[in-house]
């Protein structure tokens, strides 16, 4: 028979009012709870199970009688109780507000005295901490993200402080290191020797020699900044060699940053080049844009903070019994409690949101300090009995003045820790002693199923039927803790308790912290108070909008200032020379470089002059020697003609003289003049295999 079936009829055998005998099965079933108890414990965050000298406040203190002399579930908690007990810091606790009552709002708290809970994890203190980074509660990434962080912080630091060192050197320890120049240098050779790095006082030097009127020298250092920077985020790479077309170039693939970068150089070398005179708002254009530029790097930093503060939380709203619930964990804590029904089978959480009726079955634990006003306590017994839920009460010192419960709690006479329950006679769970319940008249309560404590068969929590549902009031709500499941049955006890009700499987712990959080971020920026600040930077932000003005016209993007192809200047030059009417320059130019490209190609047997060269061309391209030589010497007289007025070659009459311009049939000489050369050329030009090998 399955598990499900056994409960079933275990189940049916409770409604039907009769006693379950402890068999094997039950046994079973129980070994299988303590399993799960002992695995949630094994956890190392549960410091009080696995530290031998955990501090326990009173309250916790009172269960060392229970757990006597060992623990296979907790086996350090023994030793523990040995020490006397600590009273520890309840600031945090007593901070929220208090218990029970009415608050401001007049909403009835389920409780009506300061809760028994001592505090949590994060409020013990021991008297010699240990100093130790947990990263446990963060992600993988967060944790990868938090050590880069810092390894680059005090790596920044250390390089920081070895720079200021070797900067402020002895001149003594530099004079060991370099000998003394034979004369001083001069201010321009210490300018080229001394290259500014930091891009910070790159920044700084270009605004202090904007406000001296040096603009040129303003321009140089705000690139210089860009250039540093982009270099020092791996984007280029500076270089002597490099122009600012390669600069430009090696940001392809970065468009955000390839088109600032390319207007910049525009206005930069605008200047450099002479195009435009420096002056203060082409300064002011060209700081305008390096400036966002070169601090997008702290931006990358905030950014990554950011991050790392959103990703360290890998689940800030409470998660069913697992490590990203991130519940408390000592002693008085649920946070085990949570993850023992998770083993179990149930689907448990700490509920956040505001508490309202569920509309579907399940089992609601409340705790002392869940805030519910008498409107919220009537629709939940409403769903009680509509729905089949289970409403489980542990610990309220004032129970909700509900006709059905008619119930309150009171002090306890009965001494002993032994409870048992009714339905089951092998079961042996353990409370410390102190409260009891009874009727709103003072008697002892009779219901069908009941726990009772020690010989006096006082009444330590009940279980009513309420129309479809149940209702579980428990007088001690230490019974729903995580130092009660080091107890031998008290785990089981409670999962009885829940599993009255066949349908719920899930469970919801509704504590003080039920309905705190903000269901709106309108409502948390509200409860932060952070509507002044907020305020404050719209009003910068309207400020900034207001000092940088705004457009009169429809914004449009700078024409992009492309690059021709070499054909287009060889045809902007050829009719230039054209409009000049200057063939005969332009055929001396292509004559000179022809000839020199002829000498190259053909032997000549070392010879020297046009002779050798005209048999050689002629041998080549079986051609009539006459005819080669003629050719050879008419571009010989071109060369001549158009060679520069400082040339040697030039003849004394045309040295100073502007070349004469020529006829028509002089450019069709010209012309057929290049063509001949040009098929010189091409007959004693490599063959195509030789031009691919080589």
């Known amino acids: 028979m399955s598990r499900r079936a056994r409960l079933f009829a275990a189940l049916f ?33 549960y410091r009080f199970c696995h530290e031998d000298d955990y501090p326990l406040t009173p309250e916790e203190h009172a269960w060392c009688p229970i757990i006597a002399g060992s623990s296979d579930v907790c086996p350090e908690l023994p030793a523990a109780c040995k020490l006397p007990p600590v009273e520890l810091s309840r600031s945090a606790v007593s901070g929220r507000g208090g218990r029970g009552g009415r ?64 900067r402020d050197r002895a001149p003594a320890d530099e004079a060991k290191e370099e000998k003394a120049p034979a004369r001083g240098p001069t ?53 002597p060699s490099r122009t600012n077309g390669d600069y430009v170039r090696s940001l392809r693939e970065r468009p955000d940053l390839n088109g600032a970068m390319r207007s910049i150089v525009r206005d930069v070398e605008g200047v450099q080049f002479g195009v435009t005179p420096p002056s203060e708002p082409i300064f002011r254009a060209v700081m305008d844009r390096v400036v966002p530029l070169v601090s997008r790097a702290l931006a990358l930093a905030f950014v990554a903070f950011g991050l790392s503060a959103a990703l360290s939380c890998i689940s800030c709203t409470p998660h069913a019994g697992g490590d990203e ?17 998770d083993e179990q089978g149930f689907k448990a959480r700490r509920r956040g949101e505001a508490l ?18 008498d409107a919220t306590w009537k629709d939940l017994f409403a769903w009680v009995s509509d729905k089949g839920g289970t409403l489980f009460l542990a610990g309220l010192p004032r129970l909700p003045d509900e006709v059905e419960l008619g119930l309150r709690v009171a002090q306890d006479a009965e001494t002993s820790t032994a409870l048992a329950a009714d339905w089951s006679r092998g079961l042996r769970a353990s409370l410390p002693p102190g409260k009891r319940l009874v009727e709103a008249n003072g008697d002892e309560p009779e219901d069908l199923y009941m726990i009772l404590r020690g010989e006096s068969s006082s009444t330590a929590g009940v279980v009513r039927r309420l129309g479809e549902g149940k209702v579980v009031v428990v007088a001690d709500d230490r019974l729903v803790s995580n130092v009660s499941l080091a107890a031998p049955d008290n785990a089981q006890l409670f999962l009885d308790l829940l599993r009255f009700a066949p349908y719920a499987t899930e469970v919801e712990i509704v504590d003080e912290w039920t309905g705190v959080g903000a269901e709106t971020p309108f409502e948390a920026v509200r409860e932060a108070n952070l509507w002044p600040v907020i305020a404050q930077l719209f009003l910068l932000l309207a400020l900034l909008y207001l000092w940088k003005g705004s457009a009169f016209a429809r914004l449009r993007d700078p024409p992009a200032a492309g690059r021709r192809a070499f054909a287009d200047h060889a045809r902007a030059l050829g009719l230039a020379y054209r409009r000049a009417r200057a063939s005969r320059h332009a055929a001396g130019l292509y004559a000179s470089w022809a000839l020199d490209r002829l000498r190259e190609r053909v032997h000549r047997s070392g010879r020297r002059g046009l002779i050798p060269l005209a048999e050689a061309i002629a041998a080549r391209t079986g051609r009539p020697e006459a005819e080669v030589m003629r050719v050879l010497v008419e571009a010989s007289g ?8 400082s040339s040697l070659r030039a003849p004394e009459s045309a040295r100073g003289a502007r070349p004469s311009p020529r006829s028509r049939d002089g450019a069709a000489a010209d012309l057929e003049l290049v063509r001949e050369l040009q098929g010189f050329l091409d007959a004693t030009g490599q063959r195509t295999s030789d031009r691919k090998t080589t």
Not at 18 to 45: I, M
Not at 188 to 215: C, I, K, M, P
């Open 103 to 166: 608050d401001a709002s007049g909403k009835h708290r389920a409780g009506g005295a300061p809760t028994d809970r001592g505090p949590n994890e994060d409020e013990r203190r021991r008297p010699w901490p240990e100093m130790r980074v947990d990263l446990s509660g963060m992600s993988f990434f967060a944790s990868v993200l938090f050590i880069g962080l810092l390894v680059v912080f005090f790596g920044g630091v250390i390089h920081a402080l070895l720079k200021n060192l070797l």
């Open 356 to 373: 309202a009726a569920p509309d579907r079955a399940l089992a609601l634990v409340v705790l002392p300090g869940a805030t519910i006003d």
């Open 13 to 45: 055998a409770l409604s039907a009012g009769a006693p379950l005998a402890r068999d094997a099965r039950a046994e079973d079933a129980e070994k299988n709870v303590h399993w799960s108890v002992r695995d949630v414990l094994e956890d190392d965050r």
């Open 325 to 341: 619930g991130g519940g408390d964990r000592s002693p008085s804590g649920t946070q085990a409690v949570l993850e023992v029904l």
């Open 187 to 239: 201010p321009e050779e210490t300018a080229r020797r001394e290259v500014e790095t930091d891009v910070q006082r790159l920044l700084a030097r270009a605004r202090s020699h904007a406000s001296r009127g040096d603009h040129a020298r303003a321009i140089d250092d705000a690139y210089a900044a860009l250039l540093r920077r982009l270099d020092g985020d791996g984007l280029i790479e500076i270089h």
């Open 638 to 645: 071109a060369r001549e003609d158009a060679a520069p007025a």
